[in-house]
């Protein structure tokens, strides 16, 4: 394997973010966390503290999300939600900018929400990562292409302190022609153009669209350090099965970006 499974393992942000996330799924979705031995757990606010109790002396991060899923909290909300998560125990925050202030070219309204919960979140030892939600700016905005207004969100997120820059929420859908509504996520083309947008001090995380062994692996490759799943047990568990049959790494292609996660 191109990897190992501790590699790959520690990679994994595992997602508990549904909105109809049930006490028994959030104690559930830890446990598996703790058995495939993941990075963290990326979970709502409230649930900080049961996850810290649950994930206690397992090696596995507890991550909350702040402004979730649409950034339009005000930027003193979510420094103070910031402030309770990791009173709480929160040692990872996944904060989500304010995008139609993005859109806007309100840069500096930007830039100020991402330091208010930077500096919240690294005077208590924790780590931030900020979600662009690239879903909803395929257009671009500001009078900047799709490329270039992310790549100014990266200059923003990395003068303001981010230790992340992040694709997506795994939330942002987008009216589709037929009146549906999907996305894609996290994309090739986003995570190499965020990779070499922000400097080596800066890591990338994707989220959405990455659901298979595959899918991770290619994430890899592409420089980011950490995605966000709900399918660990799939991906994982497709490790060790490859273990012992090699030549199945080479069975289907890798790709990312086709859906939801």
Request: with cysteine.
């Amino acid at each position: 394997m191109k990897y190992t499974y501790e590699e790959l393992a520690k990679m994994i942000d595992h997602s508990l973010l549904h909105p109809t996330m049930t006490d028994q799924e959030l104690d559930d979705g830890c446990r598996l966390a703790a058995k495939y031995n993941v990075a963290s757990v990326c979970i709502k606010p409230y649930a900080v503290k049961r996850a810290v109790e649950l994930l206690k002396g397992s090696g596995v991060l507890v991550g909350a999300v702040i402004g979730f899923p649409h950034g339009n909290s005000s930027t003193e909300s979510k420094r103070y939600e910031t402030e309770l998560a990791c009173k709480d125990g929160a040692v990872e925050i996944d904060m989500v900018i304010n995008i139609g202030k993005a859109l806007s070219g309100d840069w500096t309204y930007v830039e100020n929400d991402v330091r208010a919960v930077c500096t919240q979140a690294h005077s208590q030892e924790a780590k931030v990562k900020v979600i662009f939600e690239n879903d909803y700016l395929s257009k671009g905005g500001a009078g900047l292409d799709s490329d270039s207004f992310k790549k100014k969100l990266c200059e923003i997120c990395e003068r303001a302190g981010t230790d992340w820059v992040k694709t997506s929420t795994g939330y942002g859908f987008v009216k589709q022609p037929d009146g549906s509504y999907n996305y894609k996520g996290a994309t090739e083309h986003d995570l190499a153009l965020m990779r070499a947008s922000v400097s080596p001090k800066v890591q990338v995380k994707a989220a959405g669209g990455v659901r298979d062994l595959d899918g991770l692996i290619k994430v890899r490759d592409l420089g980011a350090s950490r995605c966000g799943a709900s399918a660990t047990s799939a991906m994982l568990d497709e490790y060790r099965k490859r273990e012992t049959t090699p030549s199945a790494e080479t069975r289907r292609p890798a790709s990312i970006g086709a859906g939801g996660y």
